[in-house]
């Protein structure tokens, strides 16, 4: 009889032991390993994990920020690319070219070329600068722009010695040209004095642009 008291007070003894020892560990804060004597050999690999883990953290953090600023200037770079690219930014831009270029061949030829003459060389120029065609070409069509019954093959003709000047960067007397014209009504002209002036004043046009962008 005693020894089933002895029994039945151990497995109590037990059983309590393991509830408070069950109740310790259900209450023990989450740094409860927290190494409050730092001279503890323990305590070094506590504090190099934490730096582990604070380092990760930071570069985790550093890596976001590098992502995040990359898209936002990105988004910057595709805004400005609208923006170049939108059809009003650029007719304005090109309409400003153009009448900057008018006021030029207004103030160089006013005197012996209509203005609407002038005007339309002026557009057309503009329009087609730096597009894939030979300098030729383009001259070939301001000129056309004028005198549209021309013959393409005539009129390259009378361009090839300024086509030839522009990619030499030879400078032609253009004044000399305009001065066999000078006080003469335009309106008089042939046809043929008429595309010679026009084939010169396109090709001042031209430098004009390009001297215009090399300042830039």
């Given at each position: 009889?005693?020894?089933?008291?002895?029994?039945?007070?151990?497995?109590?003894?037990?059983?309590?032991?393991?509830?408070?020892?069950?109740?310790?560990?259900?209450?023990?804060?989450?740094?409860?390993?927290?190494?409050?004597?730092?001279?503890?050999?323990?305590?070094?690999?506590?504090?190099?994990?934490?730096?582990?883990?604070?380092?990760?953290?930071?570069?985790?953090?550093?890596?976001?920020?590098?992502?995040?600023?990359?898209?936002f200037y990105?988004?910057?770079?595709?805004?400005?690319?609208?923006?170049?690219?939108?059809?009003?930014?650029?007719?304005?831009?090109?309409?400003?070219?153009?009448?900057?270029?008018?006021?030029?061949?207004?103030?160089?030829?006013?005197?012996?070329?209509?203005?609407?003459?002038?005007?339309?060389?002026?557009?057309?120029?503009?329009?087609?600068?730096?597009?894939?065609?030979?300098?030729?070409?383009?001259?070939?069509?301001?000129?056309?722009?004028?005198?549209?019954?021309?013959?393409?093959?005539?009129?390259?003709?009378?361009?090839?010695?300024?086509a030839y000047?522009?990619?030499?960067?030879?400078?032609?007397?253009?004044?000399?040209?305009?001065?066999?014209?000078?006080?003469?009504?335009?309106?008089?002209?042939?046809?043929?004095e008429q595309?010679?002036?026009?084939?010169?004043?396109?090709?001042?046009?031209?430098?004009?642009?390009?001297?215009?962008?090399?300042?830039?």
């Amino acid at each position: 009889m005693i020894k089933k008291n002895n029994e039945s007070k151990t497995l109590n003894a037990l059983s309590s032991q393991m509830e408070l020892e069950l109740l310790d560990t259900l209450l023990q804060p989450e740094d409860g390993t927290y190494p409050w004597n730092p001279a503890d050999d323990e305590s070094d690999a506590y504090f190099s994990e934490l730096e582990q883990q604070f380092a990760i953290e930071e570069l985790l953090t550093n890596e976001e920020l590098t992502t995040k600023s990359q898209a936002f200037y990105g988004h910057l770079d595709s805004l400005w690319d609208q923006v170049v690219t939108n059809s009003h930014y650029t007719c304005n831009t090109n309409q400003s070219v153009v009448d900057h270029l008018q006021l030029i061949l207004n103030s160089a030829f006013a005197a012996n070329v209509p203005q609407a003459w002038l005007k339309t060389i002026a557009q057309k120029a503009t329009e087609i600068f730096a597009t894939q065609q030979s300098i030729g070409e383009e001259l070939v069509q301001c000129v056309q722009s004028v005198l549209p019954t021309w013959d393409t093959d005539d009129l390259l003709v009378l361009a090839r010695p300024f086509a030839y000047a522009m990619r030499s960067n030879e400078s032609r007397d253009v004044k000399s040209i305009i001065d066999q014209v000078n006080n003469r009504d335009w309106a008089t002209l042939s046809e043929l004095e008429q595309a010679k002036v026009s084939v010169a004043i396109a090709y001042y046009a031209f430098r004009q642009i390009k001297n215009s962008q090399s300042e830039e």
